[in-house]
């Protein structure tokens, strides 16, 4: 009777403990660099999604802002109407935009638009007529100053004398950003036009 003998070769034998260890170790060693490099890059996304909106923010108020306000004062031939009426708090556009004599008042009327800054809720407000809804146009806004300017250029209380008026808005990301130090985290945007209504000076 023939028997078979089976040699085991010491070199074709499997992983010692030592050696499943120190793989283990350089795995988590790898898996934990590559989870925080992730974790940076996400970061570092919602970041720069942060900043995006916030720059969108501004841009899309100061240009809504703009628009209108590049609008006021237009009336019909012969007609008389206070387009920008000076007020510290509240930008107050008028324009007789359907050539009638008058201005709407009305709380849906495009011919009567309140701008003002809500500093409890950070944000900007517009308000169409004169006994309408307040409604945000932006959020995140720390600031939003408005100054007025006659013919000349000097600063002016009085509204039949505005011809320029200087809108400067700050607004601020939704959320802290960690890697950024000052200002609590909140990084800022600040936007400010300087504009001439043609139908003011008519």
């Known amino acids: 009777m023939m028997t078979m003998r089976r040699t085991i070769d010491p070199k074709a034998a499997g ?8 793989a283990i170790a350089i795995g988590m060693i790898v898996i934990a660099s590559v989870a925080g490099t992730f974790s940076a890059q996400t970061r570092q996304n919602k970041a720069e999604e942060e900043i995006s909106q916030m720059h969108q ?3 899309g108020a100061l240009d809504l802002i703009s628009r209108e306000l590049m609008q006021a004062g237009y009336k019909a031939p012969g007609g008389s109407v206070t387009g920008v009426t000076y007020s510290a708090t509240q930008l107050l556009l008028q324009a007789d935009l359907d050539g009638n004599g008058t201005i709407d008042t009305g709380s849906s009327s495009l011919e009567y638009i309140v701008y003002a800054y809500d500093s409890s ?5 517009r308000k169409l007529g004169s006994g309408g809804t307040p409604e945000a146009v932006a959020d995140n806004i720390t600031q939003f100053d408005f100054a007025y300017k006659d013919a000349a250029g000097a600063a002016t209380t009085t509204s039949a004398s505005i011809r320029k008026v200087t809108i400067t808005i700050t607004g601020r990301t939704a ?4 890697s ?3 200002n609590g985290g909140y990084r800022t945007y600040q936007l400010s036009v300087e504009l001439v209504p043609p139908n003011l000076a008519l």
């Open 175 to 178: 959320k802290p950003d960690p």
């Open 15 to 22: 992983f010692t403990l030592v050696e499943m260890m120190v």
């Open 180 to 182: 950024y130090t000052s």
């Open 121 to 125: 809720n950070n944000r900007i407000t």
């Open 57 to 59: 923010n501004v841009r």
